[in-house]
């Protein structure tokens, strides 16, 4: 059965920086990591969840990653097959990325337990 595991949020203040990481196992027997398209979504309160960032399948010039223009320059995602984890690498946070950020795989239409993140000003 398909598990995603993120761990890595906590409150720092404003400028600062966090690194997520999203541990993926059952996803299919015979796949590895880098076969799946992976997304970071976030939810704060009383919002929607919101799509920020995804890595495609594939490796090398055949993976892409994409990102919302509110975090673009700002977060990294990125994949370490070996490790079957995703990682969402945030710098520069302000109080308004305070959310719960859930990793999520589409093709599977499956998501993690979420992480807190918490910005203070």
């Known amino acids: 059965q398909a598990q995603l595991e993120e761990s890595g949020g906590g409150l720092v203040e404003a400028g600062g920086s966090l690194t997520l990481s999203c541990a993926a196992s059952?996803?299919?027997?015979?796949?590895?990591?880098?076969?799946?398209?992976i997304a970071w979504f976030r939810q704060a309160p009383g919002n929607e969840r919101e799509g920020l960032s995804c890595?495609?399948?594939?490796?090398?010039?055949?993976?892409?990653?994409y990102y919302i223009d509110s975090v673009r320059g700002r977060f990294t995602i990125s994949r370490d097959n070996a490790k079957n984890t995703v990682y969402l690498q945030m710098n520069n946070l302000k109080p308004e990325d305070t959310a719960v950020y859930y990793c999520?795989?589409?093709?599977?239409?499956?998501w993690g337990q979420g992480t807190q993140v918490t910005v203070s000003s």
């Open positions: 999520y795989v589409p093709y599977i239409n499956h």
């Open positions: 059952g996803l299919k027997l015979g796949f590895g990591l880098n076969d799946w398209t």
């Open positions: 890595i495609t399948s594939g490796d090398g010039d055949d993976e892409n990653t």
